[in-house]
């Protein structure tokens, strides 16, 4: 649509009915022809909208008023919803989320993907609140007092939050408890404009299964006066604490941990269980952060492999070798590759602590590895893959076609890149038999998927 042809102004009012929802969870409407995204709309409804921006292929627009509305719509539960970027999807209720989801991950397999596929409807949590074992949250002050919370959405303004809905009570705790600590004892929050003050942020860090809590701290400045006080209020007040540590990070950044990392306090580690496997978890490594639907996302895999025993099995993106350690149980011999140094270690650690012997891991990117132990002359049976959001290098699905294993599992935390790629692995002899959506982030708009594709 040319510029003129736009059929709205921006601080027009204009009435719309939702026709669909976007992949960041905004309402999607039709002006003859014209496109409005507009936050908080949800299909079926009508509603009056005002215009913010007008682009040439699309614009945006706010919620005034909503004249009909969807049996969808559902009051958000957690006060601060309409400031916190935390979430997305809490208007919605939880059972028209999940069918959202269903139908975004339909909608790439026939557009993206262009294939037949059946897509199952999303597995969801029975209770989807509290589930987040981490907290990663930013520290600031407002009209002198201690604030902490998530960042306002599109913005740097921190939005205290005494409660987050979708985190562990513990964590909540955590929080609650560096505050008043930093209160106590005159600590000032690190203002990023003025690159002045102390504390950064604060990280909680849960096990479920075990109980344990890891309390780290973020600082500007490796000097923490009232050290052992401040130690001495947190193991008191936070009887579950097992790990209180320190990370130092001197640079003017939004990137959260600097360099230096030390244990003020307790182990540098604390465990956690998913399944049957023991996992150690650091303060800088990464780790699911909804076990309970880590899982059944991992289960999910675990079948789609089909896993006799007899298998060799290549595990591409390995991470900390969750999965790995988990086709483990299952397999004659997993390879791990992964990017990261540190998780390669974290991986290895975790391999020695439950017992595991028949899993190597190996650093470097797949699609450079991976060809590598095809040089070597090793035949998966299985290649799982977990890449990140923006998919598989194209080299290295060529090089899974040139392996042909009996299988590929695909696991996804972007359906678009996910269709993406199995549209290259079918026109390189594959087929997609099925496709499991997890909702592994409840009131958000991520989606994590598990498809299998036989040779
Ligand atoms: N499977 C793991 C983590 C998957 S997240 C788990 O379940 O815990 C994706 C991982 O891919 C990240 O750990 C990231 O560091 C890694 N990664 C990104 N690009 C990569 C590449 N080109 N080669 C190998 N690993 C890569």
Known sequence: MSIQDIPVKKNDVVEV????????????????GYTLFVPYGIPGETADVKVIKTKKGFGFGKLV????????????????????GGCQTQHITYDSQLRFKHKQVQDVMERIAKIDVPVHPVLGMEDPWRYRNKAQVPVGEENGKIVAGFYQQRSHQIIDMDQCLIQEQENDEVLRVVKEIAEKYGIRAYDERSHRGTLRHVVAKYGKQTDDIMVVIVTKNKDLPNRKNIINDITEKLPKVKSIVQNVNPKRTNVIFGDETRVLWGSPY?????????????????YQVNPDQTKVLYDQALEYAGLTGNETVIDAYCGIGTISLFLAQKAKQVYGVEIVPEAIEDAKRNAELNGITNAEFAVGEAENVIPAWKEQGIKPDVIVVDPPRKGCEESLLQTIIDMKPEKVVYVSCNPATLARDLRILEDGGFNTKEVQPVDMFPHTTHVECVAVLEL
Request: aromatic fraction near 12%; include cysteine; hydrophobic fraction near 35%.
């Open 65 to 84: 008023n909503v004249k009909v509305e969807s049996e969808d719509r559902n009051t958000p539960p957690c006060p601060i919803f309409y400031q916190c």
């Open 270 to 286: 604390i465990y956690d269980t998913i399944g049957d496997i023991k996992f150690a978890i650091s303060a800088r490594s990464f």
């Open 17 to 32: 009915e939702f026709v669909d929802i976007s992949h960041d969870g905004a309402g999607v409407a039709k002006v003859d």
